[in-house]
């Protein structure tokens, strides 16, 4: 079996069609909302991040075949005065879970992260899902907070 990690150029079709193939099953699945990608997105999507210079998506192929993706969007951190980068997807496909694939795009991340300067990465999961909590926190991650007395931030969101 032939495992390649790689990071997407998405002026190569088989980049492009994996990234929406792989978005589209998270999409469908329940962590991902259970809804397929509207045909608005899947139509848009690559010539939207073709658009934009801070955009990094990590590939995981398996003999050829799209198996992972992480989509990681260069943000920036003022307290720090360094950019980070955020995790906005990361999904293995089904038939390929178990095999180490997230460990392997997260580490391509990881080296992108540092090659940029970034003070961090940052990423955002659901509460009950507790199968990539665990694998987050195995990678080094936890819940954000300045002063314990404080707590823990929240993700919000105000659909526009």
Same mark, same amino acid.
């Not at 940052?122 to 507790?130: D, F, I, R, Y």
């Given at each position: 079996?032939?495992?390649?990690?790689?990071?997407?150029?998405?002026?190569? %079709?088989? /980049?492009?069609?994996?990234? &929406? =193939?792989?978005?589209?099953?998270y999409? #469908? !699945?329940?962590?991902?909302?259970?809804e397929?990608?509207?045909?608005? $997105?899947?139509?848009?999507?690559?010539?939207?991040?073709? #658009?934009?210079?801070?955009?990094?998506?990590? %590939?995981?192929?398996?003999?050829?075949?799209?198996?992972? @993706?992480?989509?990681?969007?260069?943000?920036?951190?003022?307290?720090?005065? #360094?950019?980070?980068?955020n995790? /906005? !997807?990361?999904? &293995?496909? $089904?038939?390929?879970r178990?095999?180490? @694939?997230?460990r392997?795009?997260?580490?391509?991340? !990881?080296?992108?992260? /540092?090659?940029?300067?970034?003070? #961090?990465?940052?990423?955002?999961? %659901?509460?009950?899902?507790?199968?990539?909590?665990?694998?987050?926190?195995?990678?080094? =991650?936890?819940?954000?907070? %300045? @002063?314990?007395?404080?707590?823990?931030?929240?993700?919000?969101?105000?659909?526009l």
């Amino acid at each position: 079996m032939k495992i390649d990690i790689l990071e997407a150029d998405l002026s190569i %079709l088989q /980049h492009a069609e994996a990234l &929406v =193939f792989l978005l589209n099953q998270y999409a #469908k !699945d329940l962590m991902g909302g259970g809804e397929p990608l509207s045909d608005f $997105t899947q139509q848009n999507l690559v010539n939207e991040l073709k #658009k934009r210079e801070n955009v990094y998506v990590i %590939l995981a192929f398996v003999d050829g075949n799209p198996a992972g @993706l992480v989509n990681a969007i260069e943000g920036f951190s003022t307290f720090a005065c #360094k950019p980070l980068l955020n995790i /906005h !997807d990361a999904v &293995v496909d $089904t038939p390929y879970r178990g095999m180490g @694939l997230s460990r392997k795009m997260f580490a391509k991340v !990881d080296e992108i992260a /540092h090659s940029l300067g970034c003070c #961090k990465l940052t990423l955002e999961v %659901l509460k009950n899902n507790q199968l990539a909590k665990s694998a987050y926190q195995n990678f080094g =991650f936890q819940s954000y907070q %300045l @002063l314990p007395e404080q707590g823990q931030a929240v993700f919000m969101e105000n659909i526009l």
